[in-house]
């Protein structure tokens, strides 16, 4: 008996530990941003800027988080506001929930977040709007929050997009008569016509609580069956990646490619994964005989796709959805409310077309 009190005080003991120390990270990380933002303040109020916002990111190093921030800032400097991407400011690997309650603690005058569904997080933007702290929700939205407004992309649409990809990709093997598959032995079969069925798999975030990405893969499969020919069979499947840091993404697209049979298109909904399956056909020598559809238009992926190992990727503006952002604040802060939604606009980028985007000649066209 009094063993079992010795560890149930032991166990009470651990928990108390473990709180306290909880407790004074999140005290010393709120002191650390405090002075932060004194200092900030102290060299920025020369400039006299109005407004103070925070970004709050997955990957704030990531070239898709730095181009929507890109688009931040240079909004903010327009309207005379100071936009700071909150997980470059600290050394400690802080979450994205311990990063809003530091912001909220702070007092900021606007929180741009890239938010999912969780009761975690709708929590904490309510708590935000209830201290008269205006949210922007960007990229991933909670809808069952107080958030103001919600800055992405259109989820179905951009399904309709690759489901269309899918579809030429399976014209262009009807075209050319010829396919060519490879066993696990690297053993190399060419065959006539296009295979039955055409296997199709979808990599997935294992861990997102956001419904954009059920809607996603709703707009792939309905425009598949919607607009395929008569005749042809597409099998669609879903594989769950663990997409929270790049080695664990790149074991388990590898898993993937030491399968017996692979897929015949791979289509990728994050710029992280479509590196990692890009650099696996590379290594396993599956050019041309696996299709990659991509995400977003990094410099890797846009040379990958004129060296024609991925057939095409999505582009986002994500300089138009940075400045999508402040706006609304600007508008939310001088009017007290904004647009329900902003929608940034897509583009399909492949070989037809990839000469625009190689070594700045976009910016140029333009």
């Known amino acids: 008996m009094n063993q ?3 560890k149930k005080n032991n ?6 530990i473990t709180l306290m120390l909880v407790l004074i990270m999140t005290i010393a990380g709120i002191l650390i941003f405090f002075f932060y933002i004194n200092r ?3 060299v920025t109020d020369a ?3 109005e407004h103070y916002y925070v970004m709050i990111t997955e990957d704030a190093k990531s070239s ?3 181009s929507a921030y890109e688009g931040a800032y240079k909004a903010g400097l327009e309207n005379n506001s100071y936009v700071d991407l909150l997980n470059s400011s600290f050394d400690n690997n802080y979450s994205k929930e311990d990063l809003m309650r530091i912001a909220i603690a702070s007092d900021v005058d606007g929180i741009i977040v890239a938010a999912d569904e969780s009761a ?3 929590d904490l933007i309510n708590e935000a709007a209830e201290q008269g702290i205006p949210v922007v929700t960007l990229y991933s939205d909670n809808t069952q929050s107080e958030r103001c407004t919600f800055v992405g992309i259109g989820s179905y649409d951009l399904g309709r997009e690759y489901g269309r990809e899918v579809l030429e990709i399976v014209q262009d093997k009807q075209n050319s008569g010829m396919q060519v598959s490879t066993d696990s032995k ?3 079969t060419v065959m006539t016509g296009v295979p039955t069925p055409v296997k199709v798999t979808v990599l997935v975030n294992a861990y997102t609580q956001d419904s954009g990405q059920n809607i996603l893969c709703s707009g792939i499969q309905e425009t598949i069956e919607k607009e395929k020919q008569d005749g042809v069979e597409i099998e669609l499947s879903l594989v769950s990646i663990d997409d929270t840091n790049a080695f664990s993404a790149e074991e388990a697209i590898r898993d993937i490619f030491m399968e017996n049979q692979l897929p015949d298109i791979i289509i990728c909904l994050n710029e992280l994964n479509t590196t990692c399956v890009y650099q696996a056909v590379v290594d396993y020598n599956k050019v041309g005989q696996v299709n990659i559809l991509g995400y977003y238009d990094s410099e890797t992926i846009i040379n990958a796709i004129d060296r024609n190992v991925i057939y095409a990727t999505i582009s986002i503006d994500t300089i138009q959805m940075g400045k999508f952002c402040v706006d ?3 508008e939310y802060n001088t009017y007290g409310n904004t647009s329900q939604f902003f929608m940034a606009d897509i583009a399909l980028i492949n070989k037809e077309n990839v000469a625009l985007y190689l070594g700045g000649e976009a910016e140029d066209e333009e």
Not at 11 to 16: D, F, I, T
């Open 4 to 6: 079992i009190n010795l």
């Open 11 to 16: 166990y009470k003991g651990y928990m108390l």
């Open 40 to 42: 900030f303040r102290i």
């Open 47 to 49: 400039n006299r800027y």
């Open 64 to 66: 898709l988080w730095q």
């Open 120 to 122: 975690e997080m709708t």
């Open 186 to 188: 690297n053993n190399v």
């Open 328 to 330: 609304a604040l600007t």
